[in-house]
T-cell receptor, first 107, second 117 residues
Framework: SQQGEEDPQALSIQEGENATMNCSYKTSINNLQWYRQNSGRGLVHLILIRSNEREKHSGRLRVTLDTSKKSSSLLITASRAADTASYFCATDEKLVFGQGTRLTINP | DGGITQSPKYLFRKEGQNVTLSCEQNLNHDAMYWYRQDPGQGLRLIYYSQIVNDFQKGDIAEGYSVSREKKESFPLTVTSAQKNPTAFYLC????????????????FGPGTRLTVL
C-alpha cells in the first residue's frame, strides 16, 4: 500500500522562481517528512513536520500540513539550478514513499 | 566520518546467481532498512531491522534475504528467486524504529545499482 503520493510528477521552472509540490496521504499520521534525491544518489532528509504543526520553515523551504485534507505541500523559494532533483514525501508508517516529483530548474 | 556506506556502487550479475549487497553504518543507529527503486519510481521497502538479530519483511521481500548479526551491518542477498532484480538498491538507517508513532529521520547510503545480464 502506498501512503505518500506526490503531485505533480514532473515540474520544470526557471531559476529564481518558486517551486511548489504537493503530497497526499491516505491514513492518519504522526508526522510527515520530505526528502530530496539527486539523480543516481541516496535520499537526503529535508524537513519533518508533525501532525500538530501546520507550517514549518527551513531556509528556502516551507512545508505546510493540512491533516483535514490529508495533504502537505513543499515550497522552494528563489529556486537554484542545484535544486534540480526528485522530491519525495514519506509518512511515519514505515516511511512509505511516493513516486516523487522530478523538479528541473532551468538556468 | 560518520555515515552509511554501500558497496559496490555498480554490480553486475548473471541470471540465476545470488549476489550480496553490503550496507554498513557507524552512526550507532538501531534500525536499518533496504529499499528498491526502479527507474522513475519511488522507494519500496524490502526488509527492515529494528535491532540486532531481528528483521522484518517489507512490502516486496520475496526473492531477498537479510541478516543482522552486527549493529553496524545489514547485508542484503538478492537470490535467484527474485524474478526481476535489476534495480537501484538503497540502504538506510535511523536511530530507532518507525511505525510505532516515533518516527525518526532516515539516513541513506549512496545506493548500489544492480544489473542482471
Amino acid at each position: 500500500s502506498q501512503q505518500g503520493e506526490e503531485d505533480p510528477q514532473a515540474l520544470s521552472i526557471q531559476e529564481g522562481e518558486n517551486a511548489t509540490m504537493n503530497c497526499s496521504y491516505k491514513t492518519s499520521i504522526n508526522n510527515l517528512q520530505w526528502y530530496r534525491q539527486n539523480s543516481g544518489r541516496g535520499l537526503v532528509h529535508l524537513i519533518l513536520i508533525r501532525s500538530n504543526e501546520r507550517e514549518k520553515h527551513s531556509g528556502r523551504l516551507r512545508v505546510t500540513l493540512d491533516t483535514s485534507k490529508k495533504s502537505s505541500s513543499l515550497l522552494i523559494t528563489a529556486s537554484r539550478a542545484a535544486d534540480t532533483a526528485s522530491y519525495f514525501c514519506a509518512t511515519d508508517e514505515k516511511l512509505v514513499f511516493g513516486q516523487g516529483t522530478r523538479l528541473t530548474i532551468n538556468p | 566520518d560518520g555515515g552509511i556506506t554501500q558497496s559496490p556502487k555498480y554490480l553486475f550479475r548473471k541470471e540465476g546467481q545470488n549476489v550480496t549487497l553490503s550496507c554498513e553504518q557507524n552512526l550507532n543507529h538501531d534500525a536499518m532498512y533496504w529499499y528498491r527503486q526502479d527507474p522513475g519510481q519511488g522507494l519500496r521497502l524490502i526488509y527492515y531491522s529494528q535491532i540486532v538479530n531481528d528483521f522484518q519483511k517489507g512490502d516486496i521481500a520475496e526473492g531477498y534475504s537479510v541478516s543482522r548479526e552486527k549493529k553496524e551491518s545489514f547485508p542484503l542477498t538478492v537470490t535467484s528467486a527474485q524474478k526481476n532484480p535489476t534495480a537501484f538498491y538503497l540502504c538506510a538507517s535511523s536511530i530507532s524504529k518507525t511505525g510505532d508513532g516515533n518516527t525518526d529521520t532516515q539516513y541513506f547510503g549512496p545506493g548500489t545499482r544492480l544489473t542482471v545480464l
